[in-house]
């Protein structure tokens, strides 16, 4: 039940939840059994996970990398293939989406991917593949990571495991749009948002939103987009979440940046710059700095302002400092 509530985002549920979980824990037997060792790992795994998706802050990021060695290490001593699996493909992702370190994330990925299927446990080899795929994705691997997520989907449908199958349909359509086959991402995105709609995961609703509005950019479809962007406008109100206000204001700076007036570049240059330095991701940052890049050299061919130019060479240099450090083949 906890672990649901952390993918759903009921964070202060989450929280209640997990305390509970610790004051449980003080009740049993203190010498260390497996069974007891075993509960110790799972908490310590929900902390991680609990922190992951709070991700509001470096001290959020740290956490959730502490709570995840620990888990890891006692699941390695106790031996347990799948939750060991578990605990690497989190730390793995973590280290990707909040430290941009995507070549030391993808070494735990897959190495929880082998543990999970030597452990053959259907679930845990399809969130192994999904998460891999989706990490393959961020290094710009985009064959690989499609192959990987393609296969972690069949496994879903096998178990029919709609939550997990949205999941994986959300992250194809970005990864498809990133490879320029739009049609294919449009169909991806669709079917994880009608997943998401009877499955009651308003959260997710969103996310799905956000893929739709960018593919719809991509597409040139830009009366769609607004609308859309109108839609994503009342999840954003409806559901007063930090990081779907981000994604929100990234949609909007994009669906601005396809105008021809100033005046609306101006304001999508200007949201570009609050999200980088609001955002806590890796992925957010790069995606602000691509487009606040692409805006700033519009301007500069337009204008010729030095200023302009001192600023694009700015953040043309934390991007740099980026793909340095994530050795990301799409930066």
Known sequence: MTNALIWLRRLEETSDSIKQGEELLKTLPQELTRAYKQREAYLAFLKGSFYINKGGNQKDVDLATKHFENSLAMREELGIKHEIAESLILKGFNLCIFKGELDRGLKYAERGLALAKESAKTYYV?????????????????????????????????????????????SLSNTYKVKGELNRALECTEQSIALYRDLGHLIYVAYGYDNLIQILIDKGDIERAQSSLHDLEQWNNQLKDKQINLIFLRDKALVLKTSLRARDRGNAEEILKQILEETGTYEGRYMALLNLCDLLLTELRMTNDLEVLDELTQFVGQLLELADKSHSYFI
């Open 126 to 170: 399809a969130i192994s593949l999904f998460f891999t795929g989706k990490i393959y994705s961020l290094k710009g691997e985009l064959d690989r990571s499609i192959r990987l997520q393609e296969q972690s989907l069949e496994l879903y449908k096998e178990l029919n495991n709609k939550s997990g199958m949205a999941n994986v349909l959300n």
